[in-house]
């Protein structure tokens, strides 16, 4: 197995004061896919706020690439980690200046635009996610799936070693929800990129990733953690998210798959 690129040994983190979660103990390798999952309120999105020091943690430690990520400048740590928030934004500019905003982390001092060398890097992340063809369009006039695809591209133009994404499929239909995650398959493939990713379609997380982070939500902690076949569960399943399901296996693929049970009425036997 690859080395880590991002651990966290003991982490607690919340808001004024009160745990959301407590003793977190992870590991992220190179070059993997990670999806954390469960239900809504178990912390997700508030453990990636913790892992790119946007929210302080508590107690423990986080460490990047072997150091305590507390010790590495902002502007190093926008070098190294990227990330797409669960809203992309919708600003009243282009999208190529928008996109160009991921070399911020690289301006010398006094430096106000963009060089030619930040440019090229920018149309070719645009080119890669299929968004150059948008590049004189508004941000606030294009669609949500090209919108996350330009977010995407903004976020590879800082050239990261870590790729974090929170909901990226979120309110897209299936056609965008599968084109964002061939996207994010194809990057970690061609471009050896980590990604770790909050999701919530646990069948699209079993599908596309190497390793799997399942947070109950009640306990505050990590409830298992392994590749899909390992945490996507009936018993965890329902353990977690407290609902009935059944687990298949996709025929294509060979990866679980999540099945609802729907329950019978009242008398219905």
């Not at 949500?144 to 050239?159: F, N, S, V």
């Not at 979120?170 to 929800?177: P, Y």
């Amino acid at each position: 197995m690859s080395e880590p690129i991002l651990t966290t040994e003991g982490l607690s983190c919340g808001y004024a004061g009160d745990a959301v979660l407590s003793d977190i103990n992870i590991e992220i390798h190179t070059g993997q896919i990670i999806s954390i999952i469960g239900p809504n309120g178990a912390g997700k999105t508030t453990l990636l706020r913790a892992l790119t020091h946007h929210l302080k943690h508590q107690q423990g430690t986080i460490r990047f690439d072997g150091r305590d990520i507390t010790t590495i400048a902002r502007r190093e740590l926008a070098r190294k980690i990227a990330v797409v928030g669960q809203t992309t934004e919708q600003p009243m500019m282009r999208v190529e200046d928008y996109v160009l905003l991921g070399r911020l982390p690289y301006f010398r001092r006094y430096q106000l635009i963009e060089s030619k060398t930040d440019k090229s890097i920018a149309r070719h992340y645009m080119r890669l996610t299929n968004t150059w063809r948008l590049k004189d369009a508004k941000m606030n006039e294009i669609s949500g799936g090209e919108r996350q695809l330009a977010a995407i591209a903004r976020a590879l133009t800082q050239e990261p070693a870590l790729l974090l994404l929170d909901e990226p499929t979120s309110h897209l239909d299936i056609t965008h929800q599968q084109q964002i995650m061939e996207l994010v398959a194809s990057l970690n493939r061609d471009l050896s990129l980590t990604v770790l990713m909050v999701i919530h379609d646990l069948n699209l997380a079993s599908e596309y990733s190497d390793r799997l982070i399942l947070l109950d939500g009640a306990a505050g902690r990590v409830h298992q953690s392994g590749p899909p076949d390992i945490v996507l569960t009936n018993q965890a399943i329902h353990s977690v998210y407290k609902t009935i399901v059944r687990i298949g296996t996709n025929p294509v693929s060979g990866r679980p798959c999540v099945f609802l049970i729907k329950t019978p009425p009242v008398g219905d036997y």
